[in-house]
């Protein structure tokens, strides 16, 4: 009888397509993604950063550490721009994150070389060795360029980080000897030449962990850096809030516009759509009605969400510029989505397809696009993939809204990408609902 029974719930698994989909497909794709996501972080593999380089010190300090800035693997660095390439210079930099071109910056000021390996902070003229002009809504550049730039610094310049080293010893146990002042002299030449060697012959045995010794202050940070955030204009996390609203909007917005199209597969297996396509109500007045009703209620959906964000969470809806870019942004996302949800609903032949492969569909979309976690930690060529999703361009558009304070022209490509995205779906859904019709 136990046979029996597991041999019948095989039968019934083996008849439902959705269910084997659920049940196999749906975790390996989530693996998948999640997988891919996280693919470009860990100890040897590090997404690359593109930065703006600006060096107002010129010297040949600040030149050898430009060079070595370029040969890391963890940066795409920019010294020069335009035609004929020109140096970058610091407002041009700041125009660079500030259009997010690139989303951080590093100026080099004058007199880099003596605040070599100097204590940052110990008097109040103190002035950093480099400007850090940072877009903190990916929070990841700026912390990964600061330990980038500490390492370069220690693996470009081994002459002064010695002759600092010197410098404090003379300072606190006294002047060296003849014979010590030689031996030091031959040794910084000898670290003054340019290193052609491979990393890997130059590099030092690791330390584990418990033998390491706790590193002074100097050490801890050569070269003294100042981040500055050019696009929080406020301290508050109410451009985060947004962020998150509008991504977990997006993503519930595409399952109610998915159940609103069922309602067609619900209405085929019980006759209605029938007797609808019997009267005057042609398929288009019919996809284009239920559409303009998934796009109305998509735009109630998400104004209710804003709207309590504004109200619990300190979402800065209520201003002229941000309803504007709000409506904008609304409105071409719950057009796309309704489209979507229909297309879903016509390539589908029941109800019970609909649900299962939607499901897959909807959070596969989401999970790539940004709706589940920020695109920004995603490794390159995922962040690349998310693009073909609109849940992507849909956040974009929001986070340029609420964060980067844009106003409703700066909006353009993504109210392109949406609105063509709405139509092109619309489309599919009525060459798809053809097979409903009556001859």
Same mark, same amino acid.
């Given at each position: 009888?136990?046979?029996t029974?597991?041999?019948?719930?095989?039968?019934?698994?083996?008849?439902?397509?959705?269910?084997?989909?659920?049940?196999?497909?749906?975790?390996?794709?989530? #693996?998948s993604?999640?997988?891919?996501?996280?693919?470009?972080?860990?100890p040897?593999?590090?997404p690359?950063?593109?930065?703006?380089?600006?060096d107002e010190?010129?010297?040949?300090?600040?030149?050898?550490?430009?060079?070595?800035? &370029?040969?890391?693997?963890?940066?795409?660095?920019?010294?020069?721009?335009?035609?004929?390439?020109?140096?970058i210079?610091?407002?041009e930099?700041?125009?660079?994150?500030v259009?997010?071109?690139?989303?951080?910056?590093?100026?080099?000021?004058?007199?880099?070389?003596?605040?070599?390996?100097?204590?940052?902070g110990?008097s109040?003229?103190?002035?950093p060795?480099?400007?850090?002009?940072?877009?903190?809504?990916?929070?990841?550049?700026?912390?990964? $360029?600061?330990?980038?730039?500490? &390492?370069?610094?220690m693996t470009?310049?081994?002459?002064?980080?010695?002759?600092?080293?010197?410098?404090?010893l003379?300072?606190?146990?006294?002047p060296?000897?003849?014979m010590?002042?030689?031996?030091?002299?031959?040794?910084?030449?000898?670290?003054? &030449?340019?290193?052609?060697?491979?990393?890997?012959a130059?590099?030092?045995?690791?330390?584990?962990?418990?033998e390491?010794?706790?590193?002074?202050?100097?050490?801890?940070?050569?070269?003294? $850096?100042?981040?500055?955030?050019?696009?929080?204009?406020?301290?508050?996390?109410?451009?985060?809030?947004?962020?998150?609203?509008?991504?977990?909007?997006?993503?519930f917005?595409?399952?109610s516009?998915?159940?609103?199209?069922?309602?067609l597969l619900?209405?085929?297996s019980?006759?209605?759509?029938?007797?609808?396509?019997?009267?005057?109500?042609?398929?288009? &007045?019919?996809?284009a009605?239920? !559409?303009?009703?998934?796009?109305?209620l998509?735009?109630?959906?998400?104004s $209710?969400?804003?709207? !309590?964000?504004?109200l619990?969470?300190?979402?800065?809806?209520?201003?002229?510029?941000?309803?504007?870019? #709000?409506?904008?942004?609304?409105?071409v996302?719950?057009?796309?989505?309704?489209?979507?949800?229909?297309?879903?609903?016509?390539a589908?032949?029941?109800?019970?397809?609909?649900d299962?492969?939607?499901?897959?569909?909807?959070?596969?979309m989401?999970a790539?696009?940004?709706?589940?976690?920020?695109?920004?930690?995603?490794?390159e060529?995922?962040q690349?993939?998310?693009?073909?999703?609109?849940?992507?361009?849909?956040?974009?558009?929001?986070?340029?809204?609420? !964060?980067y304070?844009?106003?409703?022209?700066?909006? !353009?490509?993504?109210v392109?990408v949406?609105?063509?995205?709405?139509?092109?779906?619309? $489309?599919?859904?009525?060459?798809?609902?053809?097979?409903w019709e009556?001859?």
């Amino acid at each position: 009888m136990i046979g029996t029974v597991m041999h019948v719930a095989w039968l019934n698994l083996k008849r439902d397509r959705v269910g084997q989909l659920i049940t196999f497909l749906l975790p390996v794709a989530f #693996f998948s993604v999640f997988a891919a996501v996280f693919s470009g972080f860990g100890p040897d593999r590090v997404p690359r950063i593109d930065v703006a380089v600006v060096d107002e010190d010129q010297s040949e300090a600040s030149e050898r550490f430009v060079a070595a800035l &370029k040969k890391d693997d963890g940066l795409r660095v920019q010294t020069h721009r335009g035609e004929p390439p020109n140096p970058i210079a610091r407002e041009e930099a700041r125009e660079m994150v500030v259009g997010r071109d690139v989303p951080v910056a590093v100026i080099i000021r004058p007199g880099f070389t003596d605040k070599f390996g100097k204590i940052f902070g110990e008097s109040a003229s103190d002035e950093p060795a480099i400007d850090v002009l940072a877009d903190t809504a990916d929070p990841v550049a700026p912390q990964m $360029i600061a330990g980038l730039i500490q &390492k370069n610094a220690m693996t470009a310049m081994p002459n002064l980080f010695m002759q600092r080293g010197v410098d404090m010893l003379e300072q606190y146990g006294g002047p060296l000897t003849a014979m010590q002042t030689t031996a030091v002299a031959q040794w910084l030449e000898l670290l003054n &030449k340019p290193d052609d060697t491979p990393a890997e012959a130059t590099s030092q045995p690791e330390v584990p962990a418990e033998e390491t010794e706790p590193q002074p202050a100097f050490a801890q940070g050569l070269v003294s $850096i100042k981040v500055h955030d050019l696009l929080a204009s406020d301290p508050d996390k109410s451009p985060v809030n947004a962020f998150y609203a509008a991504g977990t909007a997006v993503l519930f917005l595409l399952f109610s516009t998915m159940a609103i199209g069922g309602v067609l597969l619900e209405e085929q297996s019980n006759g209605t759509l029938e007797r609808l396509l019997a009267s005057n109500l042609t398929m288009g &007045k019919l996809l284009a009605g239920r !559409w303009l009703y998934a796009t109305l209620l998509g735009c109630a959906q998400l104004s $209710i969400m804003f709207t !309590w964000g504004a109200l619990i969470f300190g979402v800065k809806l209520f201003t002229p510029a941000h309803l504007a870019g #709000f409506a904008v942004m609304t409105l071409v996302t719950a057009a796309a989505a309704a489209g979507f949800g229909f297309v879903l609903a016509t390539a589908c032949r029941t109800r019970t397809q609909l649900d299962g492969i939607g499901a897959i569909v909807i959070l596969m979309m989401s999970a790539v696009g940004g709706s589940m976690f920020p695109r920004f930690i995603m490794s390159e060529w995922m962040q690349n993939l998310g693009l073909i999703t609109f849940n992507a361009w849909a956040l974009d558009g929001y986070q340029k809204v609420f !964060w980067y304070e844009q106003g409703v022209w700066a909006l !353009w490509p993504q109210v392109l990408v949406l609105s063509v995205a709405a139509a092109v779906f619309m $489309i599919i859904a009525r060459l798809l609902a053809r097979r409903w019709e009556t001859v």
